[in-house]
C-alpha cells in the first residue's frame, strides 16, 4: 500500500496542487475538524458509493491514526483505484482544518 505523511500531504496543499482526500472518519470524529477540501465518506459507506469516485484520478485517505484509511486503500485497490494513505492520519496532521 502506498504511504504519505501527513506533513508530505500537507505540503501538497499549500503549493496548490490539486489533490483528492477522502476522510472516512465518522460524524462525530468530522465535526471536531477536517483537511480543508477533504470529501467525507465513512469507511462503512465506502463500498456502496465507489460509484461516486473517478478511477482515472488519484485519492488520498485519511482517519484517525492510519488503520481505518488503510482498510479503505485495500479495498480501493482491490477495486481498480489509485489510492493512498496518510499515515498517522489525523493525530499527526498538524496544518489547518475547517
Not at 503549493?15 to 480543508?36: C, F, H, L, Q, S
Not at 488520498?60 to 480501493?76: D, W
Amino acid at each position: 500500500m502506498k504511504e504519505i505523511t501527513a506533513k508530505e500531504l500537507a505540503e501538497k496543499l499549500k503549493t496548490g496542487e490539486e489533490v483528492n482526500i477522502i476522510d472516512v472518519r465518522e460524524d462525530d470524529e468530522v465535526a471536531e475538524g477536517i483537511i480543508p477540501g477533504a470529501r467525507h465518506i465513512k469507511l462503512g459507506e465506502i463500498s456502496s458509493r465507489m460509484n461516486e469516485l473517478d478511477k482515472n484520478e488519484h485519492y488520498y485517505m485519511v482517519c484517525r491514526s492510519g488503520g481505518r484509511s488503510g482498510m479503505a486503500c485495500q479495498l480501493l485497490t482491490d477495486n481498480g483505484f489509485d489510492v493512498t494513505n496518510m499515515a498517522g492520519g489525523m493525530l499527526d496532521w498538524q496544518d489547518e482544518v475547517e
